[in-house]
């Protein structure tokens, strides 16, 4: 039996989850650009107010690590996003030498009224799943981050971000 040549060549690989996962996270990274701007913010600077809500009374640099970018870019975002009354700076009572950071209360009021619009991009991310496969893909994901990390999180992370990895 002989096969037949086709003009197309042999079929392309499949893409790597390196590839696909990196495109996902732009995809995501457009769309929470394209939700947050009406607001004047970044999918950066609305990742970092989450990290806060999350975590409050963090250190600048603590930040900057949760958040996935330099201390030098968290100073910046720091600055505009205070001088937005979203986020405030105080003294941590328990170490006065150690400057903390915290979401104001129209930090927390942007935070909600954002809050069902990125919900919905998740649900839309989502949408192909049942809720069991969903709930599967995260606990992968996660698998895929402590596997990458040993068990160091956010650190290991932007040490690799930054090529120090």
Known sequence: ????????????????LLYLMKQVELAIRARL??????????ALQYTALTVLERHPDL??????????????T????????RDRGL?????????????????TAKGHELLEEYRPAVSGL????????????AAQLRQAILACREALTGGRGDRTLLSIRQGRG
Do not use: K
């Not at 039996?1 to 790597?16: F, H, K, Q, R, Y």
């Not at 650009?33 to 970044?42: I, M, Q, S, V, Y």
């Open 1 to 16: 039996m002989t096969s037949v040549a086709t003009d197309a060549g042999p079929e392309p690989a499949p893409p790597t």
């Open 33 to 42: 650009d394209e939700l947050t701007r009406p607001a004047g913010l970044t």
């Open 59 to 72: 250190t600048s640099a603590r930040l900057a690590r949760h958040s996935f970018v330099t201390a030098q």
């Open 74 to 81: 968290m100073s910046d975002m720091v600055t505009a996003l």
């Open 87 to 103: 986020i405030e700076r105080h003294r941590d009572p328990a170490d006065r030498r150690r400057l903390a950071l915290a979401l």
């Open 122 to 133: 998740e649900a839309e991310m989502l949408s192909g799943l049942t809720t069991t496969e």
